[in-house]
T-cell receptor, first 114, second 111 residues
Framework: EAGVAQSPRYKIIEKRQSVAFWCNPISGHATLYWYQQILGQGPKLLIQFQNNGVVDDSQLPKDRFSAERLKGVDSTLKIQPAKLEDSAVYLC????????????FGPGTRLTVL | GENVEQHPSTLSVQEGDSAVIKCTYSDSASNYFPWYKQELGKGPQLIIDIRSNVGEKKDQRIAVTLNKTAKHFSLHITETQPEDSAVYFCAASRSRGKLIFGAGTRLAVHP
């Protein structure tokens, strides 16, 4: 079974630029999550999708971050404009049915904002 | 707000010794407690989990205990091996799926 795919793996941008990350979840997984992991900290949920609907985006800085999950499969996370404090690893995870189901994580995208 | 505290932040043991990592959660409605292992350059991987209706769970060298009254849960690794070296995260969740992670414990197992 293929795992969660993410791209790119690394990205370096200047502050105020925009950036987008892509995630392809495990086939058949209805729930998709985006987490932000700052160096030395645990992952923090940014947004949770159930199929193509948003379940929780309470921690998403909506003035600069946006996410979509077209057709309930792939998802993109965008930052515009980026700030220095956005430097982190952005992890995508998926689970079969949300709730207490195991979340499978992708390898992450490491973003550096200069 | 929801919070999970994890201790210690770093742990160094000799191969064959046991390692214990402890977590405390604040949300009394939490009912699912997974533990993840994260190796360098990789995403977290689930190693064991426990639900609130169970006090203890074991899988080979790994065990987790849960004290709902005290809102504590712990990870126990016995007979540690060098390949156990990684960062370990505890997390807590209500039924809706959102995981609240601890800050992580960097475990080093020395041959």
């Amino acid at each position: 079974e293929a795992g969660v795919a993410q791209s790119p793996r690394y990205k370096i941008i200047e502050k105020r630029q925009s950036v987008a990350f892509w995630c392809n979840p495990i086939s058949g997984h209805a729930t998709l999550y985006w987490y932000q992991q700052i160096l030395g900290q645990g992952p923090k949920l940014l947004i949770q999708f159930q199929n193509n609907g948003v379940v929780d985006d309470s921690q998403l800085p909506k003035d600069r971050f946006s996410a979509e999950r077209l057709k309930g499969v792939d998802s993109t996370l965008k930052i515009q404009p980026a700030k220095l404090e956005d430097s982190a690893v952005y992890l995508c995870a998926s689970s079969f049915a949300g709730g207490e189901g195991e979340q499978f994580f992708g390898p992450g995208t490491r973003l550096t904002v200069l | 707000g929801e919070n999970v505290e994890q201790h210690p932040s770093t742990l160094s043991v000799q191969e064959g010794d046991s390692a214990v990592i402890k977590c405390t959660y604040s949300d009394s409605a939490s009912n699912y407690f997974p533990w993840y292992k994260q190796e360098l350059g990789k995403g977290p991987q689930l190693i064991i989990d426990i639900r609130s209706n169970v006090g203890e769970k074991k899988d080979q060298r790994i065990a987790v205990t849960l004290n709902k009254t005290a809102k504590h849960f712990s990870l126990h690794i016995t007979e540690t091996q060098p390949e156990d070296s990684a960062v370990y995260f505890c997390a807590a969740s209500r039924s809706r799926g959102k995981l609240i992670f601890g800050a992580g414990t960097r475990l080093a197992v020395h041959p």
